[in-house]
């Protein structure tokens, strides 16, 4: 047994038992071969119920800070991530972007699932906000299909200013491989990549609920000062 398949043997029970998960659509994920899942982002703890409930490992490039070694939950998080083989990525200005996009690409190519969250960071008040395009360029650039996921009551689990995890329901949907057809072979145009990432956007809401903006989650949550 891999170490990420003894790993979840651990944590999805335990993961279960303490968060009842509802979990629609898993059968729209492909058995082999590589695939995007592109979901909304409510809180840091969202990879995790995505690797227990998906029967393949999935892969994320996380922001650096997730692997912080502050509080004991923060600890806990950050070796739960190293263990099942996450990989970390520095967001800071001046670092490459470019970097992190061929790392995924290699992670696709090697026939893996990879998480993405393409809002780029957490949601700041619940809307779905718009989505960053390295997410076309990667599923249109690696030809790997794209499958809309939709996490709720995550972020009523940890809020912010809150230490101690909270113990609700937790859902997650996915829904049928998005059509990114009529964007094909058209990774290097900046509006191809535009429109097959709204379109991607689009599905997750359908999904997920709810209000989305028009707006980037980073501006708005340089707004909020959050």
């Known amino acids: 047994m891999s170490l990420y398949g003894a790993v979840r043997t651990v944590i999805a029970p335990a993961t279960r038992a303490l968060w009842p998960l509802r979990v629609e659509g898993l059968h729209h994920i492909p058995a082999q071969g590589p695939v995007i899942l592109a979901?909304?982002?409510?809180?840091?703890?969202?990879?995790?119920?995505?690797?227990?409930?998906?029967?393949?490992q999935v892969l994320f490039i996380a922001k650096?800070?997730?692997?912080?070694?502050?509080?004991?939950a923060q600890r806990a998080f950050a070796r739960a991530l190293r263990a099942i083989g996450q990989l970390s990525v520095d967001r800071r200005p001046g670092q490459s972007s470019q970097e992190a996009m061929d790392n995924s690409?290699?992670?696709?190519?090697e026939g893996n699932v990879f998480g993405i969250f393409p809002?780029?960071?957490?949601?700041?008040?619940?809307?779905?906000?718009?989505?960053?395009?390295?997410?076309a360029w990667l599923a249109l650039t690696s030809g790997a299909p794209v499958v809309p996921t939709a996490?709720?009551?995550?972020?009523?689990?940890?809020?912010?200013?809150?230490?101690?995890?909270?113990?609700?329901?937790?859902?997650?949907?996915?829904?049928?491989?998005?059509?990114?057809?009529?964007?094909?072979?058209?990774?290097?145009?900046?509006?191809?990549?535009?429109?097959?990432?709204?379109?991607?956007?689009?599905?997750?809401?359908?999904?997920?609920?709810?209000?989305?903006?028009?707006?980037?989650?980073?501006s708005v949550k340089a707004e909020l000062g959050r």
């Open 39 to 56: 979901s909304n982002h409510l809180s840091n703890i969202d990879p995790l119920f995505l690797g227990v409930v998906v029967p393949r």
């Open 151 to 218: 996490l709720s009551g995550t972020q009523r689990i940890l809020p912010r200013g809150r230490r101690v995890p909270s113990f609700r329901r937790i859902g997650i949907r996915f829904g049928p491989p998005v059509d990114l057809s009529a964007w094909a072979g058209q990774a290097d145009r900046a509006r191809a990549r535009r429109a097959a990432t709204d379109a991607i956007m689009a599905d997750i809401q359908r999904l997920s609920g709810q209000e989305q903006v028009p707006r980037f989650a980073a």
């Open 119 to 135: 809002e780029g960071t957490r949601s700041p008040d619940g809307r779905l906000h718009r989505g960053q395009t390295g997410l």
């Open 105 to 109: 690409l290699k992670v696709l190519a």
């Open 64 to 72: 650096q800070e997730l692997f912080a070694e502050g509080n004991p």
